[in-house]
């Protein structure tokens, strides 16, 4: 999969846009990266930007599996709590509190 380097940001770990720095390996011993407040960011093997886990490996596995476990979780809890099994009342309640946590 190739990835446009302008339009993922996050993915591209060069200083600039030279193309002897795209050329080197990424060498995470050798640099390190700070916040606007000063503190160093210290890598990390799966990280959540808005909504999403991301691994260093760029596999949807941990994102997928806690998904799936939070949407399991959630739709245990609606057949414990509504004892009304209708299919408007399972329907509404899928699209308004298990779908979403799928998205």
Partial sequence: ???HEDKFEI???TLN???LLRALLFNTESYRYYNS???EISPARCVKDLGIYMT???SWTTH???STTE???LAGWVLGVFRDRSTSTMVTL???LITRTLR
């Fill in 11 to 13: 993915l591209n770990y």
């Fill in 17 to 19: 846009k030279t193309k």
């Fill in 64 to 66: 997928i599996g806690i």
């Fill in 56 to 58: 260093d490996d760029a």
């Fill in 71 to 73: 949407a399991k979780r």
């Fill in 94 to 96: 899928l699209k308004s």
């Fill in 1 to 3: 999969m190739l990835l």
């Fill in 37 to 39: 407040n000063g503190k």
